[in-house]
């Protein structure tokens, strides 16, 4: 018989699993019909060819990075991708940087648009997410983390990566046996691939219904608003969804469902934290609700460049006001754009 308080642990460890690559699969966006497709991106987009690296733009290599303190806030790099072949790893149409506070158990979440313009390390120019792929010889997470802590945020520290895929996540939901969810309003989308459908009102949903509810973007708001000092749009159902995974993780029910969570959960995820940090984490974060997470903007625009949509960042501001947020010191002389 497993003791009350190991099961205590496991279903905290779940919660926060639950949390991060939750965080990771909601924020995907459906594409938009007026930005150029990722899929068409690679080989045509003007840049993507392997460059030199603007003088201006190099970096030494990080040093290696002694072992967080679970003591002081930390840094995950959250990523949701889509599933591919063994020998591509899939592009993160999901990038976030959330920062844990275990002080104030505040929760501080970054997301770093895929189109974002870049100078990937090594290649030369192109959307952000391209450094996840296996486009690049090298591609994947680690060229990922060196794109951001280099070429955006210089002096970035990511202690752990937590990568899920969405297909796996909508299945973790499932076998948490679904949330409650009050849907705001008529949910409708279609398109070859994507079909939204939902009813505004109260009811439970399964995984692939969760995550319809957390990807539908088609409302006045669209992906992002934040004004008044709230969210709202997709960024607020994201919040919702989150809340609702992390109130169903408390369920007494969820002890019969322990081994298919787990299963799912493991199926799911992919991260570089040990088990005994995922545990202290856990512990930590267990009773996180759904004010103490913020969303920071990211600061930047859309932009075509040579008839291939970006998103330009606004990199004084992202290194000056929106770095610190996430530790990372605030640059002694401005940065050009």
């Known amino acids: 018989m497993v003791q009350k308080r ?14 991060l690559a939750g965080i990771a699969t909601v924020s995907r966006a459906l594409p938009a019909s007026s930005v150029v497709s990722d899929d068409t991106a690679n080989p045509s987009v003007p840049g993507t060819d392997d460059q030199p690296v603007p003088a201006e733009r190099v970096v030494s290599p990080l040093p290696v990075q002694p072992q967080p303190d679970l003591d002081k806030p930390i840094n995950v790099l959250l990523l949701g991708a889509d599933s591919r072949t063994k020998d591509d790893p899939g592009r993160a149409d999901t990038i976030m940087l959330v920062r844990l506070d275990p002080v104030t158990k505040h929760v501080r979440l970054l997301s770093l648009p895929r189109d974002t313009r870049v100078t990937i390390p090594g290649h030369g120019v192109n959307k952000l997410n ?3 792929s296996g486009y690049y010889r090298d591609g994947g997470t680690s060229l990922l983390v060196d794109t951001i802590t280099t070429d955006l945020l210089p002096g970035l520290r990511i202690d752990y990566t937590v990568k899920t895929d969405f297909a796996g996540f909508a299945g973790i939901i499932d076998a948490l046996g679904g949330v409650t969810i009050d849907v705001e309003e008529r ?63 408390k369920d007494v029910r969820t002890l019969l ?81």
């Open 6 to 19: 190991t099961l205590h642990t496991i279903l905290a460890l779940l919660a926060i699993t639950a949390l």
């Open 130 to 132: 391209q450094a996840s």
């Open 187 to 249: 949910m409708l989308y279609k398109a070859v691939d994507v079909l939204i459908d939902l009813q505004p009102g109260v009811q439970h949903l399964d995984g692939e219904q969760a995550l319809e509810y957390a990807r539908f973007r088609m409302d006045a708001v669209g992906d992002f608003g934040t004004w008044s000092g709230e969210d709202h749009g997709r960024v607020a159902r994201q919040k919702k969804l989150l809340a609702a995974v992390i109130d169903q993780t």
């Open 257 to 337: 469902r322990l081994p298919a969570v787990i299963g799912a959960v493991q199926a799911a995820v992919t991260t570089d934290m040990s088990f005994s940090v995922m545990a202290r984490i856990a512990s930590t974060y267990k009773d996180v609700a759904y004010e103490d997470v913020e969303s920071v903007p990211f600061p930047g625009k859309p932009e075509y460049v040579d008839g291939v949509s970006y998103v330009i960042p606004t990199i004084d501001v992202l290194r000056t006001t929106t770095g610190p947020l996430f530790g990372v010191a605030v640059p002694s002389e401005p940065s050009a754009n």
